[in-house]
């Protein structure tokens, strides 16, 4: 390598460095504020609800979960079946003039004999705090498959974190690794 290029490609790892060490610092300074007022005050809680419904009955199957989150940080939840595994990342966006969007992306890979499917999915949602939301990734099949079958849904309640911790009475719940707050007996898989 010749002088100059070396000389720029030190340069350029440097400068990336130097940012790096920026993220980190701005990082500490944030966990350095003794009670977190900024981030508890813009924190919102998604309750999610995952459910196995079969036709006219109730659920064969429920999982509930709580997860803290900030706007514009996304929250994934994984459920995996026998040929079946489906991937849904939730993630609250504030507007400017305060309002919520829901962007929804849900992946679903299944088995059917020898072939595995992928299906993918992209929706934004306007949605109120408190509001539910009802995410079906594998559609609503028994009109079209005239079949009778299984619906899976998720349900999806945002609400202010800050508010829900005037309410709780009791200590809360460890946060796993993930930053998820989660009932003991109820566990999403």
């Known amino acids: 390598m010749s002088r100059p290029n070396s000389r720029w490609l030190l340069l ?7 940012q790096a060490r920026a993220q980190d610092d701005e990082l500490e300074q944030i966990f350095q504020d003794a009670n977190l ?3 508890i005050d813009r ?3 998604l309750n999610i609800t995952a459910k196995v419904l079969p036709p006219d ?3 064969a199957w429920n999982s509930v979960s709580q997860k803290v989150t900030l706007p514009g940080r996304s929250v994934a939840v994984r459920i995996v079946g026998e040929n079946l595994r489906i991937d849904a990342v939730f993630t609250p966006y504030e507007e400017e003039d305060g309002t919520l969007v829901l962007v929804v992306q849900g992946q679903v890979w299944y088995s059917e004999a020898a072939e595995t499917r992928y299906l993918t999915t992209f929706q934004s949602v306007p949605v ?9 990734p594998l559609g609503l099949s028994e009109p079209l498959s005239k079949k009778t079958t299984f619906t899976m849904q998720i349900e999806v309640e ?3 974190y800050k508010q829900l911790l005037k309410k709780e009475k009791h200590p809360l ?4 690794p993930y930053g998820r707050r989660e009932k003991a007996d109820q566990p999403l898989l």
């Open 128 to 136: 109120g705090l408190g509001e539910k939301v009802l995410f079906f």
């Open 37 to 39: 007022e900024s981030l």
């Open 173 to 176: 719940l460890p946060i796993d």
């Open 158 to 160: 945002i609400y202010p």
């Open 57 to 59: 009955e109730s659920p």
């Open 12 to 18: 350029l790892l440097l400068l990336a460095a130097a």
């Open 43 to 45: 924190a919102l809680q």
